[in-house]
């Protein structure tokens, strides 16, 4: 079965460190991956999402970076944190049309 | 460009009463529609799917939803609500003619349900 992991579920970092999130998935090849990061516990905005290795498209510009150095794996970084990058991070894929979220990743950035 | 409204920050309905969570959708084409459930500090749980056929679509957790093309919308319902049931509910749409293969979901900003004993 298909499964997805992310990895840490927690992390509280300073403004100004770096940032790096990791999204695996099981049990699939070459899956549509998303970077998604949810505020205050509410809506859902797409940061990013990819097709294949190496192959990134931003929706939003901001502060962080994503990358797909394997078939199942995506990462979400940033250089510098910011105070507004704090939030809930969800990776998701895509099977037979339908979305599938990983735990999500709790940033607080202080 | 698609949109989705959860016109409800917030629903309170007492436990074995029936629940309607609402949602309305913006697509141009015939559009794929979904609901997920969050609960705290969880990821997004899938319930249910519209594609095509049945307007009235059945998914986990014995909940249900009804397409309606006349009115873009797809409310979420459940005969007999239980305190289980309290969560954080995502409306969805994803245009089919979106193209680009990137298969993107839009959502609404949720609803959060609260079922009251």
């Known amino acids: 079965s298909q499964t997805i992991h992310q990895w840490p579920a927690t992390l509280v970092q300073p403004v100004g460190s770096p940032l790096s999130l990791e999204c695996t998935v099981e049990?699939?090849?070459?899956?549509?991956l998303y970077w998604y990061r949810q505020a205050a516990g509410r809506g859902l905005q797409l940061l990013f999402y990819?097709?294949?290795?190496?192959?990134i498209s931003s929706e939003v510009p901001q502060n962080l970076s994503a990358s797909r150095p394997q078939d199942r794996q995506f990462i979400l970084s940033s250089k510098k944190l910011l105070l507004s990058d704090s939030g809930f991070y969800l990776c998701?894929?895509?099977?037979?049309?339908?979305?599938?979220f990983g735990p999500g990743t709790r940033l607080t950035v202080l | 460009a698609q949109s989705v409204a959860q016109p409800e920050d917030q629903v309170n309905v007492a436990e074995g009463n029936p629940l309607t969570v609402k949602c309305t959708y913006s697509v141009s084409g015939n559009p794929y529609l979904f609901w997920y459930v969050q609960y705290p500090n969880r990821g997004l749980q899938f319930l249910l799917k519209y594609i095509t056929g049945d307007n009235l679509v059945k998914g986990s957790y014995g909940f249900e939803a009804e397409f309606n093309k006349s009115q873009t919308s797809f409310h979420l319902k459940k005969p007999s609500a239980l305190v289980s049931d309290s969560a954080l509910y995502f409306c969805?749409?994803?245009?089919?003619?979106?193209?680009?293969?990137?298969?993107?979901?839009?959502f609404g900003k949720g609803t959060k349900l609260s079922v009251i004993p």
């Open positions: 969805a749409v994803r245009d089919p003619y979106s193209g680009a293969g990137s298969y993107q979901l839009t």
């Open positions: 049990g699939t090849s070459n899956p549509n």
């Open positions: 998701a894929w895509i099977w037979d049309g339908e979305q599938f």
């Open positions: 990819s097709v294949g290795i190496g192959q």
